[in-house]
């Protein structure tokens, strides 16, 4: 029927001769814009609507600066992070999150690598870590994930608590009981430079950030400060070091070469730190 009512405007009215040659014209322009897109990163499965304005135009300085034709050989990156404390400028953060105050491996920092174009389309295996309310705190205070991972949020505390952000495409503000638990999809990337912030209405100290990234190069220091990459696109990276709790902040440029293992260790300062609060 639709079709039958498509044609017969056609086939009843008689064209004038030009008509078919403006048809012949348009007709090659209207077909290229149908034909079927190659798929994206955005239609795979787990990876919706990974857009990242800020890290994209981050990351293009590194790009741009990496040699055409490159080619898609990995390599490996491994290191420690430090924080060198300064008796003089004390970082009133350091007995949570360092160790030892004499080697100064700092734990909890956020690293991550950024370059849009070498980073596309890497593979990865989904998660679905939790964050725990216990003790009036959230358990780690400091996530990593990628976008479309899923994050279970619990409470083992014997009071109410409640989860909120007002950050990300999909604020939401949720209250969870003893023993109980909320499940939040995170579906954009906000990268190095926009964490999810995650609170507690009821207890104002409460606190925890989530990082999104858009590719599974990311790391969430533990107690010894290591971090490891492995199988990386070979190329020129900004190499992100982020504190939340803490409020420190710095990056390098760091260069992966084919089969090879780059080693990078990286000290903060009280210079690493940001102005205002966490
Ligand atoms: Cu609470």
Same mark, same amino acid.
């Given at each position: 029927?639709?079709?039958?009512?498509?044609?017969?405007?056609?086939?009843?009215?008689?064209?004038?001769?030009?008509?078919?040659?403006?048809?012949?014209?348009?007709?090659?322009?209207?077909?290229?814009?149908?034909?079927?897109?190659?798929?994206?990163?955005?239609?795979?499965?787990?990876?919706?609507?990974?857009?990242?304005?800020? +890290?994209?135009?981050?990351?293009?300085?590194?790009?741009?600066?990496?040699?055409?034709?490159?080619?898609?050989?990995?390599?490996?990156?491994?290191?420690?992070?430090?924080?060198?404390?300064?008796?003089?400028?004390?970082?009133?953060?350091?007995?949570?999150?360092?160790?030892?105050?004499?080697?100064?491996?700092?734990?909890?920092a956020v690293v991550a690598?950024?370059?849009?174009?070498?980073?596309?389309?890497?593979?990865?295996?989904?998660?679905?870590p939790?964050?725990?309310?216990?003790?009036?705190?959230?358990?780690p205070?400091t996530l990593a994930i990628h976008?479309?991972d899923?994050?279970?949020?619990?409470?083992?505390?014997?009071?109410?608590?409640?989860?909120? +952000?007002?950050?990300?495409?999909?604020?939401?503000?949720?209250?969870?009981? +003893?023993?109980?638990?909320?499940?939040?999809?995170?579906?954009?990337?906000?990268?190095i430079?926009?964490p999810?912030?995650?609170?507690?209405?009821?207890?104002?100290?409460?606190?925890?950030w989530i990082y999104v990234f858009?590719?599974p190069y990311f790391h969430v220091?533990?107690?010894?400060?290591?971090?490891?990459?492995?199988?990386?696109?070979?190329?020129?990276?900004?190499?992100?070091?982020v504190?939340?709790?803490?409020?420190?902040?710095?990056?390098?440029?760091?260069?992966?070469?084919?089969?090879?293992?780059?080693?990078?260790?990286?000290?903060?300062?009280?210079?690493?730190?940001?102005?205002?609060?966490?």
């Open positions: 029927m639709l079709i039958h009512k498509k044609l017969y405007p056609i086939q009843r009215v008689r064209q004038p001769w030009y008509f078919t040659l403006i048809l012949w014209w348009i007709l090659p322009g209207c077909s290229q814009e149908n034909q079927p897109q190659p798929a994206t990163k955005d239609s795979q499965p787990n990876q919706t609507a990974v857009t990242n304005d800020q +890290t994209a135009k981050d990351g293009a300085a590194a790009a741009d600066e990496t040699t055409a034709g490159e080619t898609l050989e990995t390599g490996s990156l491994e290191g420690v992070i430090y924080y060198d404390s300064d008796p003089a400028r004390q970082w009133r953060y350091s007995r949570y999150y360092i160790q030892s105050r004499s080697t100064g491996e700092l734990a909890e690598l950024r370059n849009t174009r070498l980073l596309q389309q890497q593979p990865y295996e989904a998660s679905e939790v964050i725990d309310q216990r003790d009036y705190r959230f358990i205070e976008v479309g899923r994050v279970k949020f619990t409470n083992a505390d014997t009071v109410l608590h409640n989860v909120m +952000t007002r950050d990300g495409i999909d604020p939401f503000s949720v209250n969870i009981g +003893t023993d109980g638990s909320y499940m939040h999809l995170f579906r954009r990337a906000g990268g430079s926009r999810i912030r995650i609170g507690c209405i009821f207890h104002g100290a409460m606190r925890s858009a590719h220091t533990q107690r010894d400060g290591s971090f490891s990459f492995q199988d990386v696109p070979a190329g020129e990276y900004n190499f992100d070091i504190h939340p709790a803490g409020n420190l902040s710095t990056n390098q440029v760091v260069t992966i070469r084919p089969g090879e293992t780059t080693k990078l260790d990286v000290r903060l300062s009280p210079d690493d730190l940001r102005k205002g609060t966490p």
